[in-house]
């Protein structure tokens, strides 16, 4: 199967974790923005991530044959924290850079008044550099904040076929389902959901507007999860087109709204090549010969 992951932090991720996504199928991938595990203390902490999303973790993702895109936002936690806001006047520069296909992740995290007026800085900020959102629901009182969330969405005037509304189960899937935004699924072990509660989830709604991600990070989380997803949907009876269509096409044409997707296989990659290629004079295996020569 092909694989889109189109959620996962790969920043917090190993190379080991690149190879073994490979071997399963992923072929391109989304990393959106967001938060390290503790408070970034200043903007330019923030500067440095996202200039390391949009460089080094491309290159890193390249020499593994993977297809690497971000998101940019200030996430919805340190939208409380005044030492980060100040990051929302310096995400203009970076939403016109290539592989940027969202602005993201945004959302919720406690509803804070902070947190509104943050997520509708940033549908602004989507509508004026014509490019899709990506919005992250609560992990406390999802319901409410779904439904706040699609309050805000409509308010901005961004198309809602253009916003995916993400970390979905079963208790707001419907209402996102009825808006008419495209629904994600983050398939984490423990904390969001599992495979068969969203192979479950598209039984009864169909696969329209249904993205499935693993959105692994530095948690207790696997990256091969949508590779685990696909073949769950064949256990259930789903075709391998259906499959297709749940980890490729549709990560594709939500995020092929960016006009900036590349998915063309990665130049002279070979599993097994090495090359001299270097990031800024770093390569992979550290000064060493790099795995493959683009």
Same mark, same amino acid.
């Given at each position: ?24 199928? =992923?072929?391109? +991938? ?16 923030? !500067? ?5 999303? !949009? ?14 895109? $971000? ?12 030492? $980060? ?9 970076? %939403? ?21 007026? !943050?997520?509708?800085?940033? +549908? ?10 990506? /919005? ?13 969330? &699609?309050? /805000?969405?409509?308010? #901005?005037? +961004?198309?809602?076929?253009? =916003?995916?509304? @993400?970390?979905?189960?079963?208790? $707001? ?12 699924? #983050? ?6 959901? @599992?495979?068969?509660?969203? /192979? ?6 169909? &696969? @329209?507007?249904? !993205? ?21 949907? +064949? ?47 770093? #390569?992979? %295996? ?9």
């Amino acid at each position: 199967m092909r694989i889109f992951d189109p959620h996962i932090h790969m920043t917090s991720r190993t190379t080991d974790d690149y190879e073994a996504m490979y071997e399963s199928g =992923v072929r391109a +991938l989304v990393e959106p923005a967001f938060w390290l595990g503790q408070p970034r203390t200043n903007v330019g902490s923030y !500067i440095d991530y996202f200039d390391a999303l !949009i460089g080094w973790e491309r290159f890193r993702a390249a020499q593994f044959g993977i297809r690497h895109h $971000c998101t940019i936002a200030l996430n919805p936690k340190e939208a409380n924290d005044p030492r $980060c806001r100040e990051v929302m006047a310096h995400l203009p520069r970076y %939403l016109v850079k290539d592989g940027v296909v969202a602005v993201g992740e945004t959302g919720y995290d406690s509803m804070t008044p902070e947190e509104d007026d !943050i997520l509708s800085q940033h +549908l602004a900020l989507a509508v004026e550099y014509d490019l899709p959102a990506l /919005v992250h629901t609560p992990h406390r009182d999802k319901v409410t904040g779904t439904r706040r969330t &699609l309050d /805000v969405v409509v308010e #901005s005037g +961004l198309p809602v076929e253009r =916003v995916l509304v @993400d970390h979905l189960n079963e208790t $707001c899937v419907d209402m996102v389902a009825d808006s008419g935004a495209w629904m994600g699924f #983050s398939i984490y072990p423990d904390t969001k959901m @599992d495979e068969g509660r969203v /192979v479950a989830i598209m039984q009864r709604l169909g &696969l @329209d507007r249904i !993205i499935v991600n693993s959105a692994a990070d530095w948690g207790r989380s696997d990256p091969l999860k949508t590779a685990k997803t696909g073949l769950a949907m +064949l256990e259930a009876g789903f075709s391998e087109d259906d499959v297709d269509r749940v980890l490729w096409r549709n990560p594709v044409e939500f995020y092929g709204q960016s006009g900036r997707l590349e998915l063309a296989p990665v130049p002279g990659f070979a599993p097994a090549q090495q090359g001299p290629d270097t990031f800024e004079g770093n #390569s992979v %295996l550290r000064g060493m010969a790099s795995r493959r020569a683009v």
